[in-house]
C-alpha cells in the first residue's frame, strides 16, 4: 500500500514537471450557476456592477451568437463544445470586496502567483514592469498603478475601467472586434468578465512595460477576458501577455478578445507568450485557445506590431491582424508556434490595407513536432483606393520527427495595381546532421533540438521585450520535450 | 589513450570497418591516408558515437575505458572532439551561443562549474586572438554563410575552446588556402601537449609539413594496411595507394 502510494506520487511529480504550471490552487470561489443563458449574462453583468447600455450590450451579443455557426476555416478538428457545461463566472471569494492594497490581497493568492514565478509584491516583481494579475473571471491585482497615473497612463482592469472610465469604454469596446465579428468574440462580448484596459494619453511614452497574467483556476470554468488598448496621438506602449492553467483532464475554452487602436503617429507593441495547458500525450485535457486579437491603425503614421509565442493549448485558433486605415500606417506579425503532442495550432493573421502607402510585415514561424497539426493561414488584403502598399511575408516550417503536419495557407487579394507583395515560404526537417553536430560539442540531444529551434525562431523572439525573451527560449525548449530520441 | 581493437562496424546493414587496431598515446599525434570511400570518416563517426554506425565487432577504450555505450555528448564530455569533414551550419545560432551551450554542457558532465558570460567572453577573446579569427565572427550563425575554409577554421576554434583531449581532424586541411592551413597547423600544434592526441586525416602530405605525426596510417577498404613513419606520407603521395587496394595485405 505505502509503496504503491509512493509510486503514484512519484508518476505524479513526473508529470508535473512536464507542465510546471499545472497545480491548482485550493482556494473558495464564487461562480455563476453553471451553463449559458440570458441569466448567467444578467449575472455577469451584475456582479460586476454595470451601467445598464453595456447589459444591453452583452445580451444583444448573446442572442447574436444563439443564431451563429462554429467557425470552420481552420484546419483543426475540434469537438463538439457544450455550453452549458461549464461556468462563465469564477471569482475567489476572498475578491468579493475588492482589496484596496496588495496587503489585503489572500495570501493564497499571492502565493499562487510566486509559485508560477511571477510575485505580485511590487518590491519583487521584475523591474519596470507593471502587471495586472487575472485569475480566473476576476483582476485581482494591478501593480505600478499610481505610477503610471502620475503620467496620465491608465492602466487598470477593465472592469473597473468601465466604472471610472465609462465615456472611454464605451467609444473603443466593440469598435474593432465587433460582436458578431465570429461565434468565438460574440461570446466573449456576451460573458467577458475581467481583462486589462489600456489608455496612453497624446504625446507619452509609456515609461515602462505593460502586462497581463492571466490564470484559469477553476474547473469547468471558461476565461473570456477582454482587453482593450488605446493609443493617442504620438504616444507608445509596448504590453505582454501571459497564460497558464492547471493540469485537468478536462478540455477548457479560453475565448478573448483583443482590441487595439492607435491614432495619428501611435505605436502599440503587443507580445503574447501564450503556455496554456497543452492536454497530455494523449491529447486528453488542454485549452482550446479560440482568440480574436485585431488592432486598427487610425491614424497616420500609426504602428501596430503583434508578437506571439504560442507554445501552449490543446487547440490553438487565433489570427492577431491590422486594419491599415490610416495612410503611411504599419502592421507586423511576428510569431512561432510550436504544437507538440496532439496539438493542433491554425494561426496567422490578416492584414487589411486601407490606407495609401501602408506597409505590413508577416514573418512566421511554425514548429510541429510529434503527432500534431500546425497551420499558418493568413490573408493580405489590399484594398482599391490603397495606393502604394507593400508587404512582406515569410512562411517557415520545421518539422521535428516523421508524424507531424506543417501546413502554409496564405490568401492574398489586391485592388490596387501598385501594391507590392512579396511571399516566401520553407520547410524543412531538424537535420540529423545539425543534432549529431551538437551532441559531438557535448550537448544533449534535448538541448541540442531546443538550441537549433529557438534558432529557427531568432527572427521572432528577439522581437520580445528584453524581459522575456530569455523566458521564452526556455520554453521554446520545454515545449519539445519528449519530442526526439 | 585511445585502443581500437579489432574494430568492425557497418552503416545501414553494409560493412565498412573490418577490422581496425590503432593505439595512440598520450602526446602523439597520428594520421591516416587513404583512398576515397576507404572508411576514413566512418572510423571518425564511429569514434564519435553516432548513431546509425553500429559497432558488429571489437571495441574501443579511451583513457581505460570502454566507450562503446556513451551517447555521442558523453563521448564529447570525456574528451572526444571530431572536426568534421563538412561542418554543418546551425541558423539563428550565434557562434558565441553555440560554444558557450558546448562547453558548458561538457563541463557540467565533468562535474565541473559552467563558466559565466563575463568569464566566457574573456576566455573566447583570447583563442579568436590565438588563431587570427575576426571577433565578428563569433556574432555570427554557426557556418552559416560561411566559406568553406572558414567554416574549418570555425571547428578548430572549437577545438580550441574546448580542448580536448583527443581531437580527430577529418580532412580540415581540404579546401584552405595556404594561409589558413598554417592556422590550423598552429592551433592544432597549440593543443598538441604531454596530455594530448591528435589523429589526423588527410589526403595531403602537405598538412604533415606542419603538423608533423609521429605516426602514419594506411587505411584501404575498411582496414589498416600499413603503418610507418612520417616518411610514409612522402611515399604515398608520390605513388599513390595501388599497392594497397583490395584485400591485399
Ligand atoms: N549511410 C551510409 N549508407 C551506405 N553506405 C555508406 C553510408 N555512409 C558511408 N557509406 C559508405 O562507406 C564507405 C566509406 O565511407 P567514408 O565516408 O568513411 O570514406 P572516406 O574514407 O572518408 O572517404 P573520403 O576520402 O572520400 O572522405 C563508402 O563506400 C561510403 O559510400
Ligand atoms: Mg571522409
Redo the contacts between chains.
Sequence with gaps: MAATQETVEQVQSLEMDKYKYGFVTDIESEKAPKGLSEDTVRFISAKKNEPEWLLEWRLKAYRLWLTMPEPKWGKLEIPEIDYQDSYYYSSPKSMEDRPQSLDEVDPELLRTYEKLGIPIKEQEVLAGVAVDYVFDSVSVATTFREQLKEVGVIFCPISEAIQDYPELVKKYLGSVVPAGDNKHACLNSAVFTDGSFVYIPKGVRCPMELSTYFRINELNTGQFERTLIVADEGSYVSYLEGCTAPQRDENQLHAAVVELVTMDDAEIKYSTVQNWYPGDEDGKGGIYNFVTKRGICKGKNSKISWTQVETGSAITWKYPSCILQGDNSVGEFYSVAITNGRQQADTGTKMIHLGKNTTSRIISKGISAGKSQNTYRGLVRVAAKAEGARNFTQCDSLLVGETCGAHTVPYIESKNRSARLEHEATTSKI????L??????????E?AVG??V??????VLQELPMEFAVEAQQLVKISLEGSVG | MLEIKNLHAEVDGKAILKGIDLNINKGEVHAIMGPNGSGKSTLANVL?G??DYEVTEGGILFDGKDISEL???E???EGI??A?QY???????TNT??LK???N??RR?RGEEELDGMEFVKMIRGKTKELGIKDDMLKR?VNVGFSGGEKKRNDIL?MAV?NPKLAVLDETDSGLDIDALKVVAEGVNKLRAENNAILVITHYQRLLNYIVPDQVHVLSNGKIRRSGGKELALELEEKGYADYSGEAA
Design positions: 537535420s540529423e546532421d545539425q549529431f553536430y551538437c551532441r559531438q560539442r557535448g550537448i544533449s540531444e538541448d538550441l537549433v529557438n534558432g529557427f525562431c531568432r527572427e | 564519435a553516432r548513431d551517447e555521442p555528448e563521448r564529447a564530455g572532439f571530431l568534421f561542418p554543418v551550419e546551425i541558423p539563428g545560432v551561443t553555440f551551450e558546448a562547453l554542457a561538457q558532465y550563425a572549437q574546448l
